[in-house]
């Protein structure tokens, strides 16, 4: 399914976000304040992981005990954000519990190495910041280099505060962002509130099996944000695409949006009815 863009003015905080598909969607970038949380709690279960395995070492204490501890840390401190973002989630537990995930920046698709350049650039923008903060004073180091260091581990750690789409370092040169978590894929609440209202003959709708097939879970989440979006636009370019697709002949008086309403719900049916067997159909091309 494809749609043109339309590029609007948007609130701020707000951006646009085009799919492979071609549709303009909108996302949320996530506050300061939240990726601050998100981070904090990342860092809380990487502590509480470390304190799990040096307990766990030292009840079983051996010679090489120690160096599986450093690889542990070295482990925890290096893979855990770029493992977790190179999920289907994009997004680490910290994330997670706070709603919100990475993003790519003028694409839908977050690639791997988007995911590997933005952590790489982690330790510059934070640990090594941090070292100099709190290493700062001692060791020998002269007035001029403590404030060297302090405005180089300032730069990187408040470089978010000071553009517009709330980038780290990371995220400059990943080209990605951090934006709020889109709801879940399957929403219910769809098909049983906003599109709940009573269809009109024309907007009823009966889908062949293989129709409900060309589609799959990725076009199902595209799906989901036009019809909450709600362009007319948009609407009427998307549901003569999937007409298109499954070769479905339109009837006079028939609604684009009540052809998407119905089709969601006969899609997202069909979807978790195979989820229920164990198939679990990523997208069009996912023959299962």
Known sequence: MSSATFQTQLPPGRR???TPEGVDLQVELADVGTRIGAFALDLIIIVVVFIAAAWT???????????????????????YFTLFELGRRAATPGKMMMKIRVAARGKARLSAASVFARNALREIGFFLPI?????????????????????????????PLFNKDRLRVGDLVAGTWVVR???????AD????????????????VFTPTQIDAYGIKELHVLEDVLRARD????????????TKI?????????????LKAYYAALRGRLESQMLMGVRRKDKFDTR
């Open 232 to 243: 007319p636009q948009v609407v009427a370019d998307v549901a003569m695409r999937i007409r």
């Open 16 to 18: 646009h976000l085009v």
């Open 57 to 79: 070492l030292t009840l079983m204490w051996t010679e090489s005990a120690f160096t599986l501890l450093i690889l542990i840390a070295f482990f925890l401190r290096s893979f």
């Open 181 to 187: 978590s889109p709801r879940p894929l399957l929403a």
């Open 190 to 205: 769809l098909v049983e509130t906003k599109l709940s209202d009573a269809p009109s003959a024309s907007d009823k709708f």
């Open 247 to 259: 070769g479905w002949v339109w009837e006079m008086g028939e609604s684009d949006y009540g052809f």
């Open 131 to 159: 070292g100099f903060i709190f290493g700062i004073g001692s060791g020998g180091v002269d007035g001029w280099m403590s404030l060297l260091a302090a405005i180089w581990a300032g730069v990187f750690l408040f470089f």
